[in-house]
């Protein structure tokens, strides 16, 4: 598979890299608060299969498409994890931008 960026957007690779580090924020704060998954799922008013793929950087797992959360999904898991939204946001879009760089050295 070639990776080609698109003006204004991101390759696969790209939104593979920015899915992998939104999950571990994820991950790493759930831990720092001592919670499940469960409860974190719960607090954000979903199921815990699906907090359980966004955590593993997927939106759906047996498809290995890249987790893409909606607005609203990103500010209730902000909320259930007293983080700030932009927060999640800036985490993936380093994990996209260290795709898009590594790149851009070679």
């Known amino acids: 598979m070639t990776a080609v960026r698109i003006e ?3 390759d696969p690779w790209e939104a593979k890299a920015a899915a992998r580090q939104f999950g571990k924020l994820l ?3 759930r831990r720092e608060l001592g919670l499940s998954q469960g409860k974190v799922a719960a607090a954000a008013g979903m199921d815990k299969r699906h907090y359980q793929e966004l955590e593993h950087g997927f939106s759906n797992s ?4 890249p987790a893409n959360p909606r607005l609203v999904t990103l500010l209730c898991l902000a909320r259930a994890l007293a983080l700030d939204p932009q927060e999640l946001v800036r985490v993936a879009a380093k994990g996209a931008d260290s795709v898009y760089l590594s790149r851009e050295d070679s």
């Open 27 to 29: 991950h790493a704060r």
């Open 62 to 65: 047996r498809t290995g498409s």
């Open 8 to 10: 204004g957007g991101i």
